[in-house]
């Protein structure tokens, strides 16, 4: 003798009240998914910065800058009498091909020497050699050579407050190269194309950019990295590992 009997329709109505039991204890459950963020503003922009160094390199060649900036500084009197007005023109060169806001923009003649700079007169006429813990000497040496080069964040020149990277193109005379421009990016900058971004670190573990600026080149902790979200970035000789909130 059967004490219970189900028919078809009782079976179904059972299925549905399952089927509801399990989508209200889905839809009560919250499940975090992280998407892997993708670092395509800060490839471009990296790829837009060697392009408008590129383009002002060869205004600034058409233009035999080098050549009667190099002649300016070998002057006393009346080489820092015109100086100004070659500044300037350069200033403006830069400014209309560029789309960065650079912090600071240098030029060397093929010797090395610091011909002009958009901001600081204190480096001006000097050699690059007489920075040997600046980006300068690694910058110098790579892009005379003919390569384009980058060097990771740093603080440079000594006015500077705030890190850069730095981005370095050769200036050529058609197949001759006459001289490097180099222009810095600020932090700020690279903060902007990163969405969320809170640390960067280098492949020793330096701490390349931070929220807290206070902590720029300390080793980072293990404990944050822990806390955050993070991903590697590759760009030339630049590897970062990102962290975001």
């Known amino acids: 003798m059967r004490l219970f009997s189900y028919n078809t329709g009782d079976i179904m109505i059972h299925k549905h009240l399952l089927f509801i039991i399990l989508l209200l204890f889905l839809s009560c459950t919250k499940t975090e998914i992280r998407q892997s963020p993708s670092f395509d503003r800060l490839s471009n922009l990296m790829s837009e910065t060697f392009n408008s160094l590129a383009k002002a390199s060869e205004t600034i060649s058409s233009k035999n800058l080098i050549k009667n900036l190099s002649h300016l500084n070998r002057m006393n009197y ?39 700079t958009m901001k600081d007169d204190e480096i001006l006429g000097k050699s690059y050699v007489s920075f040997g813990s600046s980006p300068l000497p690694s910058l110098f040496e790579k892009t005379i ?7 990771d964040f740093s603080i440079f020149p000594s006015s500077s407050t705030d890190p850069a990277v730095f981005f370095a193109v050769p ?14 990016v600020p932090s700020e900058k690279i903060k902007s194309s990163v969405s969320n971004l809170a640390m960067i670190t280098d492949k020793d573990n330096n701490i ?20 955050l979200h993070s991903k590697t970035f590759e760009f030339k000789e630049i590897y970062w590992k990102i962290y975001l909130r």
Do not use: W
């Not at 560029?98 to 240098?106: A, K, M, P, Q, V």
């Open 78 to 116: 009346g080489g820092s009498h015109y100086y100004p007005l070659e500044r300037e023109a350069i200033t403006e060169i830069i400014n209309s091909l560029s789309t960065s806001d650079f912090s600071e923009c240098i030029l060397m003649n093929a010797e090395g020497k610091i011909i002009y």
């Open 208 to 227: 390349r950019y931070h929220m807290n600026s206070s902590l720029f080149m300390k080793n980072s902790s293990e404990g944050e990295e822990k806390s």
């Open 171 to 184: 200036v050529k005379d058609q197949e001759k190269i006459i001289g490097v421009l180099i222009g810095a």
């Open 145 to 151: 050579a003919g390569e384009q080069s980058i060097y």
